[in-house]
């Protein structure tokens, strides 16, 4: 990726991935600024140290946005399960200088969510991952991990792409039309239970949700 920009270099890795492992991948594209910006929204605490948690943070572009909103004494972690998008987590982490000031309060964790062992609950969970490519039993263990280690007032915050299930059950088999109803139950769940909002991100490719819930 010598003598790319970062957006370009972004770009490439993403579409290789999509074409090498696109149920977790998930996008052609990462994530515009609008999307990640608004995937960020609610990390920024009143002043004291938080704790904040991205999951499937690819090649950073949301992260981007995290570290620009992180307090002084706030910390962040990294959970990602994709090799190639970790190295580029960690080189980002080494040589751009945005990065390499609060490098010293993020870690990376190479892993699955499911197996993350946290220290201490998080007060801000930000989710990349593409939770309409998933089976649905994961999908709920991955909403219930949040759950288990988020604080008493964290949120959480994670987009779906507008119309993707209403797209895909359009030509899906009757076992995966029943899939993505039974993932559109969980989201629609827990949304119901702890959601404040949601935002429509037209500036982004393609169009996205972004949800916030903030758990009790």
């Known amino acids: 990726m010598a003598g790319m920009s970062g957006k370009a270099s972004d770009y490439k ?3 290789r991935e999509f074409r090498q492992t696109f149920e977790t991948t998930g996008a052609v594209l990462p994530s515009g600024r609008a999307l990640c910006c608004e995937l960020a929204r609610h990390v920024s605490g009143n002043g004291r140290p938080r704790r904040i948690l991205e999951v ?3 090649t950073g572009v949301a992260t981007e946005q995290i570290i620009a909103r992180m307090g002084p004494q706030d910390t962040l972690e990294l959970v990602e399960l994709n090799d190639r998008f970790v190295a580029t987590l960690q080189q980002r982490l080494e040589t751009e200088p945005a990065w390499r000031q609060a490098a010293q309060r993020v870690r990376i964790h190479h892993l699955p969510v499911q197996q993350l ?5 998080y007060d801000a969970i930000v989710s990349g991952l593409p939770l309409n490519n998933f ?3 994961l999908v709920a263990e991955i909403f219930a991990k949040l759950r288990e280690v988020a604080a008493a007032g964290a949120t959480l915050s994670f987009f779906e792409y507008v119309g993707v299930r209403k797209l895909k059950s359009l030509v899906a088999r009757r076992d995966e039309r029943r899939r ?5 139950s969980l989201i629609g769940d827990a949304r119901k239970q702890w ?3 949601r935002r429509c991100v037209m500036a982004n490719v393609p169009p996205a949700w972004v949800h916030h819930l903030r758990y009790d």
């Not at 062992?117 to 609950?121: E, S």
């Open 13 to 15: 890795l993403f579409w």
């Open 117 to 121: 062992a946290a220290d201490a609950p």
């Open 56 to 58: 499937g943070p690819g």
């Open 180 to 184: 993505l109803g039974l993932v559109e």
């Open 135 to 137: 089976p649905a039993t």
């Open 195 to 197: 959601g404040f909002g």
